[in-house]
């Protein structure tokens, strides 16, 4: 790319990643419609994130890979902002076992079996689906998941492009392999038209979510401005290897935001760690993307 091409705001985050030890890898340029990337390292893999906004992903991989830097145990993020056309990821592609952020997939293959079958959901599905959404019911979700069966849970996997996803085994929900990118596909797929749930379906799952018990709501809604709806599904379970496993999962709408969010953790020595660790990287990244729509 020849200097006179790049652009004066493209200049200054060249500089200020290479004196933060970040990769800018492509460059802002003249035309408003191209995208830049930006990676920043921190706990010995990357934080990319990719945006239209001119300085937005730069700010984001800084901020995030601070947020994390010298935290114990692993982590794993992904994101999206349509407003602004930008994704951050970090370590998208781990597993963890997905302890209680697993019922908002038994939630969409539910719904999604229910609309094959051309039903609404029964009074007593409808119970168990509140129930194991708001309160994190487990006996509810056991219910659940047998009504699905294992079956259709795969079904709605496939359909939502959930690739990675491996379900447990026997009535093991909570120990299904999940991974950030696959968690971020399942928030995207709740906040857009698709062919795989429709707008009355993704409208109930929201609305579950926005409704989730007070003592729940922390994770990712940690920094959320005030005028954004919150759809928050948390998750902790405590093992003999790898401590804690603490995650949320959240998407952000209404007053012009419509954005999701997902941290994954595990090796936490306790659940607070694990919600401070979750806490520490949504707030920047609420501030940045909050800064953004500005």
């Given amino acids: 790319m ?4 790049i652009s004066r705001w493209a200049r200054r985050g060249l500089v200020a990643a290479v004196a ?4 800018l890898t492509a460059l802002e340029t003249a035309g408003p419609a191209m995208a830049s990337t930006a990676s920043s390292p921190t706990g010995g893999s990357t934080v990319v994130c990719t945006s239209k906004k001119p ?17 114990k145990g692993r982590s794993a993020l992904a994101v999206y902002d349509r407003t602004t056309e930008t994704t951050c990821r970090f370590q998208g592609g781990t597993h963890f076992d997905s302890a209680s952020v697993v019922k908002v997939t038994v939630l969409g293959a539910l719904l999604r079996q229910a609309g094959e079958a051309h039903r609404h959901l029964t009074p007593q599905e409808a119970r168990w689906a ?4 708001t309160k994190s019911d487990n006996a509810s979700t056991d219910a659940l998941w047998r009504r699905v069966g294992l079956p259709g849970i795969k079904r709605f996997l496939d359909l939502a492009q959930m690739r990675h996803t491996v379900p447990g085994k026997g009535g093991a929900w909570g120990l299904t392999q999940i991974t950030a990118d696959d968690e971020l596909a399942l928030m995207r797929l709740l906040t857009s038209p698709n062919t795989v749930l429709t707008p009355s379906d993704r409208a109930y799952a929201l609305d579950l979510m926005h409704r989730v018990e007070p003592d729940q709501q922390w994770g990712v809604p940690a920094g959320a401005p005030a005028s954004a709806t919150v759809h928050v ?6 093992r ?4 804690w496993r603490v995650h949320s999962v959240g998407a952000f709408t209404g007053n012009g935001h419509d954005y999701g969010m997902v941290v994954l953790s595990h090796g936490n020595r306790t659940m607070d760690y694990g919600v401070a660790t979750i806490e520490a990287a949504a707030r920047v990244i609420q501030r940045d993307l909050t800064a953004a729509e500005v």
């Fill in 2 to 5: 020849h200097t006179s091409r």
């Fill in 233 to 238: 599904k948390n998750g902790w379970l405590p």
């Fill in 240 to 243: 003999k290897t790898n401590g």
């Fill in 55 to 71: 300085g937005l992903a730069l700010q984001l991989s800084h901020d995030i890979a601070a947020a994390l830097e010298g935290r």
């Fill in 130 to 133: 509140t129930a194991m959404i």
């Fill in 20 to 23: 933060g030890g970040s990769l």
